[in-house]
């Protein structure tokens, strides 16, 4: 029985090691790499930026600097990253003399219009501070409103004839901007602000036509705008108040001139230069 048992095993083992035999095994090695494609003409090789830059030979006799290797350099980096939130002035006026012809045109007396011709000279102790002196000679023109005036005053309009002041005052600029014109061109321009006291030589409204000097006060404000290194262009407005001559019968005693300036600023020196905080 036992004879019998082991001969059947032997005859089921003998067709399992056959089989064991002719199944093959999987094969874990990597396949084989693909062939290499050929490089067109004047392709330059893939940058690997794992790989720091080379270093240049040292020259002989000198000691290599211990230097970190980077994968970047400054030229690697993008214009855009470059550029500063926060930029410089482009215009700079600390320690510069200003000298400016003005041309003044009064807007508020609409029986006497007043031409004006001045000059301004000014010194900037500050970028956003100076101290001027001005003095403006005005020709009064009389308009043809001045007949309707009197006849609805009752002959009580006030005549007072403006001749020209002279100023002493200081200019604060609070603010600073840039703007660009036709899409390609930047310019710097400030805003202003100006106050002094000063005279003014003005006939009063009623005989006698006293003539002055009367003391003057002067305020004002406006734009300039610098297109080149030494020179600007000025908008401005100022208000120029002065007492008349005190009548009761007149409810106003004191005059104010308020006149539109324009004027073209020459520095000097004519170029600055930058100088950071």
């Not at 067709?15 to 090695?29: C, K, T, V, Y």
Request: proline residues 10%; charged residues 20%; contains cysteine.
């Amino acid at each position: 029985m036992r004879t019998s048992l082991t001969v059947a095993l032997v005859i089921c083992a003998v067709p399992l090691s056959g089989i064991a035999e002719e199944m093959p095994g999987i094969d874990l090695s990597q396949p084989p790499a693909p062939p290499a494609r050929p490089r067109p003409e004047g392709e330059l090789p893939p940058l690997d930026l794992s790989k720091p830059h080379p270093q240049a030979p040292a020259a002989e006799g000198k000691e290599e600097e211990a230097t970190p290797a980077a994968p970047f350099t400054e030229k690697d980096v993008a214009l855009g990253d470059k550029v500063k939130a926060v930029q410089r002035k482009g215009f700079i006026k600390a320690h510069r003399f200003e000298v400016e012809p003005q041309f003044s045109l009064s807007v508020n007396d609409p029986f006497y219009q007043k031409f004006g011709v001045g000059l301004r000279l000014a010194y900037n102790i500050e970028d956003s501070l100076a101290v001027a002196v001005r003095g403006t000679y005005y020709t009064p023109y009389r308009r043809d409103s001045v007949r309707e005036g009197m006849l609805a005053f009752q002959s009580q309009l006030l005549s007072s004839q403006l001749y020209g002041l002279a100023m002493a005052y200081g200019i604060w600029s609070p603010i600073y901007g840039k703007a660009s014109y036709l899409s390609k061109n930047i310019i710097h321009f400030d805003v202003y602000l100006s106050a002094g006291f000063g005279a003014v030589w003005s006939a009063t409204s009623l005989a006698p036509r006293n003539e002055g000097p009367h003391l003057a006060t002067d305020l004002g404000g406006g734009i300039r705008f610098y297109p080149k290194e030494w020179l600007a262009f000025d908008l401005g407005l100022s208000a120029t108040l002065y007492p008349d001559q005190p009548i009761k019968s007149v409810p106003g005693t004191v005059q104010k001139v308020f006149a539109a300036n324009i004027g073209f600023s020459f520095f000097f020196p004519t170029s600055f230069e930058y100088v950071y905080p």
